[in-house]
Nanobody, 118 residues
Framework: QVQLVESGGGLVQPGGSLRVSCGASGLFFSSYVMKWYRQAPGKERELVASITSDGGRTNYADSVKGRFTISRDNTKNTVYLQMNSLKFEDTAVYYC???????????WGKGTLVTVSS
């Protein structure tokens, strides 16, 4: 059974930092592009960051560029999102997403809530 489990969400002050993690099981992790999405209340789900299967290339939404860093450790089957200089606009449920390039199969985690508030 494929599982993606996010962790590390919580309450943080504006300007603060937080790292969320996503542990994967039941899949060959190194074959998947990993992505972080987020969904704020009343908003559509949006792509935040992605990383290639070998970690060689990353991309980011303009709204988080320079503040967030996606990384992965294929020995631990884990993808991370380091969030710095957090703004209230970053408040959202953050979802882990895995896409296998070979056939496009996609998996989702159930999300972890990040709340930026003073």
């Amino acid at each position: 059974q494929v599982q993606l489990v996010e962790s590390g969400g919580g309450l943080v002050q504006p300007g603060g930092s937080l790292r969320v993690s996503c542990g994967a099981s039941g899949l060959f992790f190194s074959s998947y592009v990993m992505k972080w999405y987020r969904q704020a209340p009343g908003k559509e789900r949006e792509l935040v960051a992605s990383i290639t299967s070998d970690g060689g290339r990353t991309n980011y939404a303009d709204s988080v560029k320079g503040r967030f860093t996606i990384s992965r450790d294929n020995t631990k089957n884990t993808v991370y999102l380091q969030m710095n200089s957090l703004k209230f606009e970053d408040t959202a449920v953050y979802y882990c997403n895995a896409v296998r390039g070979l056939n496009g199969v996609t998996y989702w985690g159930k999300g972890t809530l990040v709340t930026v508030s003073s």
